[in-house]
């Protein structure tokens, strides 16, 4: 896994835009959803004059989710902040995509900062920001990749059932809760990865398995780094601290709490379960150790007392009689295979293998 090394701007003033991401090559593109109870249209948007020109239209609905998909264009996100009069902080925070998740309450909007989680195809966590500006009847969605991060709420947005199209902090909680569902899904592909993970490493014949759980290590480091933060933004919005958000809506989020309480119970086993795993492993290998220790011990001392009759008759003495015995060698020879013999005999009467 690449490790990111640049995350911040260095020497720039607060509130200089400056794009940190993934992504640069992305061409940024935006989407107009309008709708109400009886209808919902979606436009692609050409550039700000046609923006402006939809949201000047007095025949088309008045509920409107503007949906941003790239945004390493800084010019385009400028002109965004200049038509909808968001703060340059707000303009920053967007433009870097390494921002954690957070929300901040503004005269004319709620700005917010949440992670999206997915597994990439290299099997990996990848990590993606959306960032979220909220206004009276208008909701704004920026999202650092050209794809279709939304189908789910489309196909709600479209069908028009329950109360999806009944206000826009209704549409702000449908897209939080639908972020935090995904979490589940990924915290689902983490537990299944550890739970082989630990049948192989009980396989005696699979015991070699240290990347794998450094590798798990590393990607729980980046679930708490997402994951953590997020906590915060949702007991903010219990705590009811924000003017755009209706306490009608604000019930929701707590609904969002208890499955979000959840989540961080299974980043905690799991989390214990991967530490576990290394000791798991850690001890394994000091039993592989041990009878390879032991196995050469037994050599060793097998073959001590062999060494020594060796060792003796290897002398150069002249006044050694067995030298010149017609069968001392076989003597000899016959001594040391019952000794060996005896020697392992005991040890398997030891169990010591």
Same mark, same amino acid.
């Given at each position: 896994?690449?490790?990111?090394?640049?995350?911040?701007?260095?020497?720039?003033?607060?509130? &200089?835009?400056? @794009?940190?991401?993934?992504?640069?090559?992305?061409?940024?593109?935006?989407?107009?959803?309008?709708?109400?109870?009886?209808?919902? $249209?979606?436009?692609?948007?050409?550039?700000?004059?046609? /923006?402006?020109?939809?949201?000047?239209?007095?025949? !088309?609905?008045?509920?409107?989710?503007?949906?941003?998909?790239? $945004?390493?264009?800084?010019?385009?996100?400028?002109?965004? %902040?200049?038509?909808?009069?968001?703060?340059?902080?707000?303009?920053?925070?967007?433009?870097?995509?390494?921002?954690?998740?957070?929300?901040?309450?503004?005269?004319?909007?709620?700005?917010?900062?949440?992670?999206?989680?997915?597994?990439?195809?290299?099997?990996?966590?990848?990590?993606?920001?959306?960032?979220?500006?909220?206004?009276?009847? +208008?909701?704004?969605?920026?999202?650092?990749?050209?794809?279709?991060?939304?189908?789910?709420?489309?196909?709600?947005?479209?069908?028009?059932?329950?109360?999806?199209?009944?206000?826009?902090?209704?549409? @702000?909680?449908?897209?939080?809760?639908?972020?935090?569902?995904?979490?589940?899904? &990924?915290?689902? $592909? +983490?537990?299944?990865?550890?739970?082989? /993970?630990?049948?192989?490493?009980?396989?005696?014949?699979?015991?070699?398995?240290? +990347?794998?759980?450094?590798?798990?290590?590393?990607?729980?480091?980046?679930?708490?780094?997402?994951? =953590?933060? =997020?906590?915060?933004?949702?007991?903010?919005?219990?705590?009811?601290?924000?003017?755009?958000?209706?306490?009608? !809506?604000?019930?929701?989020?707590?609904?969002?709490?208890?499955? =979000?309480?959840?989540?961080?119970?299974?980043?905690? &086993?799991?989390?214990? !379960?991967?530490?576990?795993?290394?000791?798991? @492993?850690?001890? %394994?290998?000091?039993?592989?150790?041990?009878?390879?220790?032991?196995?050469?011990?037994?050599?060793?001392?097998?073959?001590?007392?062999?060494?020594?009759? $060796?060792?003796? @008759?290897?002398?150069?003495?002249?006044?050694?009689?067995?030298?010149?015995?017609?069968?001392?060698?076989?003597?000899?020879?016959?001594?040391?295979?019952?000794?060996?013999?005896?020697?392992?005999?005991?040890?398997?009467?030891?169990?010591? =293998?």
């Amino acid at each position: 896994m690449k490790k990111k090394k640049t995350k911040r701007k260095i020497g720039l003033p607060a509130g &200089t835009m400056a @794009y940190l991401g993934e992504n640069p090559n992305v061409k940024s593109n935006m989407i107009l959803i309008e709708y109400d109870k009886g209808e919902c $249209v979606y436009r692609n948007i050409k550039d700000i004059q046609h /923006l402006n020109t939809e949201f000047n239209n007095d025949l !088309t609905p008045k509920l409107r989710w503007l949906r941003v998909n790239g $945004v390493s264009d800084l010019k385009l996100i400028a002109e965004i %902040g200049a038509y909808f009069n968001l703060h340059p902080l707000t303009l920053e925070d967007i433009v870097n995509t390494y921002q954690r998740a957070k929300i901040e309450d503004y005269e004319n909007y709620t700005f917010t900062v949440i992670k999206n989680l997915i597994i990439d195809s290299d099997d990996n966590i990848k990590t993606e920001q959306l960032s979220m500006v909220l206004m009276k009847d +208008v909701i704004i969605t920026f999202y650092d990749e050209n794809t279709n991060l939304f189908k789910e709420i489309d196909e709600r947005l479209s069908a028009g059932k329950g109360s999806i199209r009944s206000t826009i902090d209704y549409l @702000y909680y449908i897209i939080v809760d639908d972020i935090v569902d995904k979490y589940f899904l &990924t915290m689902d $592909v +983490v537990s299944d990865r550890i739970d082989i /993970l630990y049948e192989e490493l009980m396989d005696f014949g699979k015991r070699d398995r240290l +990347v794998e759980i450094k590798k798990i290590q590393k990607e729980m480091l980046k679930l708490k780094q997402s994951l =953590f933060p =997020f906590r915060e933004v949702l007991n903010r919005l219990q705590r009811q601290e924000f003017s755009f958000i209706n306490k009608e !809506t604000l019930i929701y989020f707590r609904d969002i709490a208890d499955h =979000f309480s959840q989540i961080i119970e299974q980043y905690e &086993t799991d989390k214990e !379960t991967i530490f576990s795993l290394m000791d798991l @492993y850690m001890s %394994g290998m000091s039993n592989n150790l041990n009878q390879i220790m032991k196995i050469l011990t037994i050599i060793s001392t097998i073959f001590i007392p062999l060494t020594f009759i $060796v060792g003796i @008759y290897g002398m150069n003495f002249k006044n050694m009689p067995e030298l010149e015995y017609k069968y001392g060698y076989y003597i000899i020879l016959f001594i040391m295979l019952c000794i060996g013999g005896l020697l392992g005999w005991w040890f398997k009467k030891q169990k010591w =293998f």
